[in-house]
């Protein structure tokens, strides 16, 4: 079962993009998907529609899932394990959620399920990077979140000019210089395939 959590700031396209994968990894047939949300009514697609379609949907209320409800995430996990046995489980944090305490979380799952990591996906709005990253408080909290990621995904690029991605680049980079960045638009699909071949692929 491998975990893949789909993390950022409020707005910047997680839901949307979550439900693209999921819809992706289990249109073949081939993989058995399940979705972990923090706050399910951000999802605005009916829960019964989405199982119907092969996925599942569990949601985590009453606090954050990389602390105040570390627990309940890790019984979710174990839950979805022993009863429906996905090949993915992809998690939407909270827009406050830390990627590293949020893995860190998951593997409480693994000493009674057989779990592996997929990679901490980050989406950094392009439309509002000054927003993001200048902002004293906001600004620390999204710094923390691009540090913590394996892939950052730069989110709604087809609404931005292209010196406004490069400029996103240039300054995401000057925080995480490792991460392998890409550019999204789950809107019109651009860079979803790239991100199912980074989940499918990646090596714990």
């Not at 989406?123 to 540090?147: K, S």
Request: glycine residues 10%.
């Amino acid at each position: 079962m491998k975990i893949t959590q789909i993390a950022g700031f409020l707005g910047c396209g997680k839901t949307t993009l979550i439900l693209a994968l999921a819809k992706h990894l289990a249109g073949s047939g081939q993989h058995k998907v399940a979705l972990v949300v923090n706050e399910i009514g951000e999802i605005p697609v009916d829960g019964k529609v989405i199982e119907e379609s092969g996925l599942r949907v569990k949601d985590i209320g009453g606090g954050c899932i990389c602390c105040e409800v570390a627990s309940s995430f890790a019984k979710t996990l174990y839950g979805l394990y022993k009863e429906f046995r996905p090949d993915h489980v992809l998690v939407e944090p909270t827009g406050v959620a830390v990627p590293h305490q949020v893995k860190l979380a998951a593997r409480m799952a693994g000493r009674d399920a057989r779990v592996s990591m997929g990679p901490a996906i980050v989406l950094f709005d392009t439309t509002r990077p000054a927003e993001l990253l200048d902002m004293e408080m906001l600004g620390r909290l999204v710094v923390t979140q691009l540090e913590d990621a394996d892939i950052i995904a730069i989110s709604k690029v087809d609404c931005v000019e292209k010196s406004a991605v490069e400029e996103s680049r240039l300054r995401i980079r000057q925080i995480n210089e490792r991460a392998e960045l890409l550019g999204l638009s789950s809107f019109t699909g651009f860079g979803v395939e790239q991100l199912i071949e980074r989940i499918l692929n990646w090596k714990d």
